[in-house]
T-cell receptor, first 112, second 111 residues
Framework: KAGVTQTPRYLIKTRGQQVTLSCSPI?????VSWYQQTPGQGLQFLFE???????NKGNFPGRFSGRQFSNSRSEMNVSTLELGDSALYLC???????????FGPGTRLLVL | SQKIEQNSEALNIQEGKTATLTCNYT??????LQWYRQDPGRGPVFLLL?????KEKRKERLKVTFDTTLKQSLFHITASQPADSATYLC??????????FGPGTRLSVLP
């Protein structure tokens, strides 16, 4: 079966702009989680969605938001971009929670 | 404060030997702990999960142990091969619904 897909794969934005990233989970997976990965902070949990509801949230400012659609596809949005938001954003899907997650290839965001 | 640490940033071992990676945590009560492998430029790949009431899990050449008294998990790769070279990450979810990854250990298996 097809894996987790993320679009776009690469993105360049400038400070103050906003960005929307998209994630399509594996068919049948209802849980989608988002992570930020940077060399300094490592892999950090952003939020988890299950059946269109945010179930868990990490310690990130309100500029980071997300949503999940009825087909389990998810988007995350970052508003008022800062230089420090430059990172690899990873999406992961699983059947019901954060166990045994399948990760996508990530979206690499560069903020100038 | 809460911390999750992996024993070393990098580990070099000879092909055929057993690689042992360590994950230690402080001030978490994990419901379970997971190990992932990540290759450069790719997303992590799930390897093994061990729950708080389990002592050991195995999958092919991989073995993970979990000691809640020591607050430590050990991840072993037996008969290591150059293809096992990657960064290995531990991750835990605790009863407070925190979900955290360790910083990772970059393993190099030398032929």
């Amino acid at each position: 079966k097809a894996g987790v897909t993320q679009t776009p794969r690469y993105l360049i934005k400038t400070r103050g702009q906003q960005v929307t990233l998209s994630c399509s989970p594996i068919s049948g997976h209802r849980s989608v989680s988002w992570y930020q990965q940077t060399p300094g902070q490592g892999l950090q949990f952003l939020f988890e969605y299950f059946s269109e509801t945010q179930r868990n949230k990490g310690n990130f400012p309100g500029r980071f938001s997300g949503r999940q659609f009825s087909n389990s596809r998810s988007e995350m949005n970052v508003s008022t971009l800062e230089l420090g938001d430059s990172a690899l954003y990873l999406c992961a899907s699983s059947l019901i929670g954060r166990e045994d997650q399948y990760f996508g290839p990530g979206t690499r965001l560069l903020v100038l | 404060s809460q911390k999750i640490e992996q024993n070393s940033e990098a580990l070099n071992i000879q092909e055929g030997k057993t690689a042992t990676l360590t994950c230690n945590y402080t001030n978490y009560s994990p419901a379970y702990l997971q190990w992932y492998r990540q290759d450069p430029g790719r997303g992590p790949v799930f390897l093994l999960l061990i729950r708080e009431n389990e002592k050991e899990k195995r999958k092919e050449r991989l073995k993970v142990t979990f000691d809640t008294t020591l607050k430590q998990s050990l991840f072993h790769i037996t008969a290591s091969q150059p293809a096992d070279s990657a960064t290995y990450l531990c991750a835990l979810e605790d009863y407070g619904q925190n979900f955290v990854f360790g910083p990772g250990t970059r393993l190099s298996v030398l032929p």
